[in-house]
């Protein structure tokens, strides 16, 4: 019998030690698995060689592509003085220039940052902080200790995250161990909850939000938001003037508005920041993804001077923010964001991008003749395709059907990596990806989903 292959010997170990996120293991088990030992620029390249496009950009956080030299560099050179060294009660130098960096680009009117190692935790780094902000500064302002989201939206995987969340599938489970919130419905235009068309409804849908806000803004410490597009509920995409009009709620109501931007942030959306687009500056904004151009897990928390400086105090006041993490600040965490925001500036990123989100519209016009595409929904570098059984009723499919899932195994095939959300097939390429890229992953899509739905 001939001896295995590399590539079958490492399944086996998979299918037998690994237990992986997000997935049924079950069936896991019966196929097998692909196994990236590589990546060069827009592709990743499995043990046997074979190259697939990354649409997923490794699941939203790649930019520049993979292997980059200038972040590759940044890597190697940070190591020739440290890896790592705790950030609690020392410092050190990429830390410090990349908290200065990010104040830059951030919104204006964000000035301290707080770092820590993924998406979920920033975002409950700013719902402590929050809470905290207004016991110690308004301490009459009585219990501000709850938080308001938005239905379907998705902050991340740890407790306080799934609390501030709301996509059923992944959050009915854990009930039991979540903190109360005050939920309002989402601007899901395509289903309306209101039945309402965008723009004469003028977005009616802040109307309620606007009345919980008037009613029980004496607990609310904060509103969690995605800006422009709740992304993990399937791209759902804000109407314009939306997310201003929810600042000016939140600081009419005295309100914190916290901007998870760990999706929208770093030029996903075509401007550096979502919240850019509307000109808001959130009180608090989490950040990860993108923040290392997809390297290493590097997160942070941007909030304002006034939030900040409510903290401050004698030591025993307590009033310090009792929170951290064993590798917050790590350097070469913090090496390869600082490569990550020169390769933004070098290679004009933003600039170069604007005319191919236009391209990449063009290129998905297609697909509204299809049977079974009842909408697209796209800000810049983040797109999402509904599909339905019936495009007159927009009646779903059901999970069983697995639409999403078949329709990303068959672009497998044809050498593109996508990553659905239920019925959403999604499309999120590195920034980076040329014109050509860009038009081989569409078509790759496009016969996919004719091969999953022969019309
Ligand atoms: C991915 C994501 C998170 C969670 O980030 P992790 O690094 O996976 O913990 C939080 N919020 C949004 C909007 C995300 O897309």
Not at 53 to 76: E, Q, Y
Not at 95 to 108: G, H, T, V
Not at 258 to 280: N, Q, S
Not at 405 to 425: C, D, F, K, M, S
């Amino acid at each position: 019998m001939a001896r295995k292959s590399i590539t079958q010997q490492l399944a086996d170990w998979d299918r037998r030690y690994l237990w992986h996120p997000f997935t049924q293991m079950q069936e896991w088990e019966q196929e097998t698995p692909l196994i990236i030992d590589r990546g060069k620029g827009s592709y990743l390249i499995d043990t046997e060689g074979t190259r697939y496009l990354d649409g997923t950009s490794s699941i939203w956080v790649n930019l520049h592509g993979h292997r980059h030299p200038t972040l590759n560099r940044a890597l190697t050179t940070q190591l020739e003085h440290i890896a790592h060294s705790t950030f609690l009660g020392l410092s050190n130098p990429p830390a410090i220039e990349l908290a200065r960096a990010l104040i830059r680009i951030a919104p204006k009117g964000l000035g301290r940052v707080f770092y820590s190692d993924n998406g979920s935790t920033a975002v409950e780094i700013a719902l402590k902080m929050a809470v905290q902000y207004w016991q110690q500064r308004h301490p009459k302002a009585g219990r501000k200790n709850t938080f308001l989201h938005l239905k379907l939206a998705y902050h991340g995987d740890t407790i306080g995250a799934v609390s501030v969340g709301n996509i059923q599938l992944f959050h009915e489970r854990f009930k039991p161990l979540l903190f109360p919130t005050v939920e309002a419905e989402p601007p899901y235009c395509y289903r309306c909850p209101l039945k309402l068309n965008y723009p004469s409804c003028r977005i009616a849908c802040l109307d309620p939000i606007e009345a919980i806000l008037k009613t029980r803004h004496q607990e609310l410490a904060g509103f969690v938001i995605e800006p422009l597009m709740q992304a993990a509920a399937g791209m759902v995409a804000h109407p314009p003037g939306y997310l201003k009009r929810i600042r000016e709620l939140c600081t009419r109501y005295q309100v914190l508005l916290i901007a998870d931007e760990v999706a929208t942030g770093f030029g996903r959306t075509g401007r550096m920041f979502a919240c850019e687009h509307e000109g808001v500056t959130p009180d608090l904004m989490a950040i990860s993804k993108g923040l290392t151009g997809g390297y290493m897990p590097l997160a942070a928390t941007l909030t304002t001077e006034e939030i900040y400086s409510a903290f401050l105090g004698k030591y025993e006041e307590f009033k310090t923010f009792f929170h951290g993490h064993s590798y917050t600040g790590n350097q070469l965490g913090c090496a390869v964001a600082l490569a990550n925001l020169e390769v933004f500036r070098k290679e004009r990123t933003l600039t170069r991008l604007r005319p191919k989100i236009a391209a990449f519209s063009r290129l998905l016009r297609p697909f509204a003749n299809m049977e079974h595409v009842g909408d697209i929904r796209q800000q810049g570098f983040l797109v999402g395709i509904e599909l339905v059984k019936n495009r007159a009723s927009k009646e779903p499919y059901p999970p069983k059907a697995r639409i999403g899932h078949r329709v990303a195994a068959a672009a497998r095939t044809r050498g593109l990596l996508i990553r659905p959300i239920g019925n959403v097939v999604v499309l999120i390429p590195p920034l980076s990806t040329s014109l050509a890229e860009l038009r081989k992953m569409v078509q790759a899509l496009h016969v996919s989903i004719e091969d999953v739905l022969p019309e």
